[in-house]
């Protein structure tokens, strides 16, 4: 199972708005709505910021959002404050019930 | 409140085996499947596997089949990672993450370990 696609960096300004994209295959990202993200600081746990596509756990703010179309999903993160700088992963679960993480993109604040 | 524990760092030769535990607390064990996650350096996530507590059946990552094995003991509500055969390229930190029950398809995972640190030399 090839791991699914995103940009390596996307950096932002505080108050504006970037958008990280995950591209995988019908068999992942595209064939249903199990997608997560995951936000990851260096040296600490993974933190679940969005799942099945757009929904969002509880705590996590709502400058996060999620959508698809296709094969390619996507993280929106809104109003960039300097503690989202951070790691993202996306993930998806496949049609032979394996999971497969993105490459990650490092999102800078500058 | 959720916490899980994992074992501390390991250095193995290579071709040896290394085990992991993830001791968990603040819920019921057997009620949540539990997923390995691996990060190499410098590298992304990678998913291993996932067992269920309850009844200890698996699912393993295809590239990591004939390699790991994955456990649990209820009683003391910890679940084991095993990796054997180990190579250079398996230097990374471990995590493991309890999936969530919120997710369908077991897609996601709510709360992680702190990870363990496994350094295999030549």
């Known amino acids: 199972q090839s791991a699914l696609t995103q940009p390596a960096s996307v950096s932002g300004s505080p108050g504006q708005s970037i958008t990280i994209s995950c591209t995988g295959i019908s068999s992942d990202v595209g064939g249903h709505t199990y997608v997560s993200w995951y936000q990851h600081h260096p040296g600490k746990a993974p933190k679940l910021m969005i799942y099945e596509v757009t929904y969002r756990p509880s705590g996590v703010p709502d400058r996060f959002s999620g959508s698809k179309s296709g094969n390619t999903a996507s993280l929106t993160i809104s109003g960039l404050q300097a503690e989202d700088e951070a790691d993202y992963y996306c993930t998806s679960y496949t049609t032979n019930r394996q999971y497969v993480f993105a490459s990650g993109t490092k999102v800078t604040v500058l | 409140q959720v916490q899980l524990v994992q074992s501390g760092a390991e250095v193995k030769k290579s071709g040896a085996s290394v085990r992991v535990s993830c001791r968990a607390s603040g819920y019921t064990f057997a009620a949540y499947y539990m997923h390995w996650v691996r990060q190499a350096p410098g590298q992304g996530l990678e998913w291993m596997g996932r067992?269920?507590?309850?009844?200890?059946?698996?699912k393993y990552a295809e590239k990591f089949e004939g390699r790991v094995t994955m456990t649990r003991d209820t009683s003391i509500s910890t679940a084991y990672m095993e990796l054997s055969s180990l190579r250079s390229d398996d230097t990374a930190v471990y995590f493991c993450?309890?999936?969530?029950?919120?997710?369908?398809?077991?897609?996601?995972?709510?709360?992680w370990g702190q990870g363990t640190l496994v350094t295999v030399s030549s």
């Open positions: 993450a309890r999936e969530a029950y919120f997710c369908g398809a077991g897609s996601c995972n709510d709360f």
């Open positions: 067992i269920n507590p309850n009844r200890g059946d698996t």
